[in-house]
């Protein structure tokens, strides 16, 4: 079973959790949104713990395998580097940042870290 936790209930977010939910492989461990009334809604949809950040559900005691960046651009260079250096594995929507740099460092700890890392290219097209 693989444990994870999903930053962020936007318009991705309620996707990556419906997957998730319908998955006998996944358990939602938590899901972290700052908007009170989408955090509320989700958490009692999926059964699940829920957070207001990075530093919440870090503190919460809660163990999960994977994390599932949904946030907007700007701030996933934050959540996907702390994360990193925690050795988790992350699936992150495009684009992971805006800034080279960034990407390149996020890079460069992936490798030191030796974690997994992916990228969401869905509907490139639109």
Not at 67 to 90: D, N, Q, Y
């Amino acid at each position: 079973m693989i444990n994870a936790v999903v930053f962020g209930c936007g318009w991705s977010g309620k996707y990556i959790l419906q997957e998730l939910s319908d998955s006998p492989q996944a358990r939602i461990a938590a899901i972290i949104e700052p908007d009170n009334e989408k955090r509320c809604f989700y958490s009692k949809k999926y059964s699940c713990r829920h957070f207001i950040s990075l530093e919440e559900v870090l503190g919460g005691g809660v163990e999960f395998d994977i994390a599932f960046v949904c946030t907007p651009p700007p701030i996933h260079f934050f959540i996907c580097e702390t994360l990193i250096k925690l050795g988790k594995s992350i699936f992150c929507e495009k684009p992971v940042c805006r800034e080279t740099e960034k990407v390149l460092k996020l890079k460069k700890l992936v490798k030191q870290y030796k974690c997994k890392f992916g990228v969401n290219f869905n509907q490139r097209f639109a």
